[in-house]
């Protein structure tokens, strides 16, 4: 099953409650960690990733604390949980072929792909901006497929 984890989850939360919040000044992971009610030390190693992954910026000194590197509306759902969760994919397949002995050969495997990709295209398409202003689409279009689906028919 693929699951976001308490990381991904956390992340998101974070972002967006700093996205709403920084206004012209950085926000405290303290104080993101309050109205959250998430602990501040494991929102630090959070930031961690989130910096090295540049969408925040940690700011220095007195009135110090957090900023997003770019506007709400650049910074997608995607790339916040690629950077503290890793790839999105399905299965650990789709990663790493070395994962399974079959990956080469498995017909499944453009499944597990095509889902992937279709996730990762609809988290790509929601920005913090989005979610925070609650216009997130149930319905998204799919990107266009590469080519058509062979049929499993002899002729």
């Known amino acids: 099953m693929l699951r976001i984890t308490t990381k991904g989850r956390y992340a998101l939360r974070a972002m967006l409650d700093l996205a709403m919040h920084q206004q012209d000044a950085p926000v405290t992971r303290e104080e993101i ?18 910096t090295k992954a540049g969408l925040v910026e ?3 000194g007195p009135g110090g604390g957090y900023v997003l590197t770019r506007p709400a509306d650049q910074i997608t759902a995607g790339e916040i949980l690629r950077a503290v969760e890793g790839p999105i994919s ?17 017909s499944l495997r453009k499944l597990y ?12 398409t929601i920005t913090l901006a989005d979610i925070g202003a609650g216009n997130i689409p149930h319905e998204f279009a799919a990107p266009a497929a590469e080519k058509p689906a062979e049929s ?3 002729s």
Do not use: K, M, N
């Not at 960690?33 to 930031?47: G, H, I, K, S, V």
């Not at 399905?90 to 498995?106: F, K, P, Q």
């Not at 792909?113 to 790509?124: F, R």
């Open 90 to 106: 399905l299965t650990a397949c789709v990663v790493d072929e070395e994962v399974c002995g079959r990956a080469g050969r498995c």
């Open 58 to 60: 940690s700011v220095r």
């Open 152 to 154: 499993l028919r002899e």
């Open 33 to 50: 960690a309050e109205r959250q009610e998430l602990p501040a030390t494991y929102l630090a190693q959070l930031f961690s990733a989130l």
């Open 113 to 124: 792909e095509g889902l992937s990709d279709a996730i990762t295209h609809y988290l790509d």
